[in-house]
C-alpha cells in the first residue's frame, strides 16, 4: 500500500498549507507517523514525526513554523505549515517513522515563491 498526501499546492513565502494523510487504520495504529520531504536535487529528509501518543519533534529547519498532529479516529496525520519560506518547495510525503520502502506514494508538491 502507498501513502497519499495531499493539499499541496503554491503559496507565497509567509503563507501556510496544511498537508493531510490518511492511512490504513492497521498501519496507523501501530506506528509512530512522519512527514518526509524532498527539494530538488536533494536527498529526502525528515520533517516532523509523531509517535501514537501524540509525541512531536521537528527537524531544526521546521521547528516553530510547522506542526504535525493525528487524529486516530480518522487515522490521518497532518503537518501544518505556516511562515513558508522558499527553502520549504518540496515534494512532501508521509511515512511511518522509520519510513517502510513500500509506503512511498506519489507526495505532494509544495511550492513557495519569494
Known amino acids: 500500500v502507498q501513502l497519499q498526501a495531499s493539499g499541496g499546492g503554491l503559496v507565497q513565502a509567509g503563507g501556510s498549507l496544511r498537508l493531510s494523510c490518511a492511512v490504513p487504520g492497521s498501519i496507523f495504529r501501530l506506528n509512530t507517523m512522519g512527514w518526509y520531504r524532498q527539494a530538488p536535487g536533494k536527498q529526502r529528509e525528515l520533517v516532523a514525526g509523531i509517535t501514537q501518543g501524540g509525541s512531536a519533534d521537528y527537524s531544526d529547519s521546521v521547528k516553530g513554523r510547522f506542526t504535525i498532529s493525528r487524529n486516530n479516529a480518522k487515522n490521518t496525520v497532518y503537518l501544518q505549515m505556516n511562515s513558508l519560506k522558499p527553502e520549504d518547495t518540496a515534494v512532501y510525503y508521509c511515512?511511518?517513522?522509520?519510513?517502510?520502502?513500500?509506503?512511498w506514494g506519489q507526495g505532494t508538491l509544495v511550492t513557495v515563491s519569494s
Open positions: 511515512n511511518i517513522r522509520p519510513p517502510w520502502a513500500d509506503y
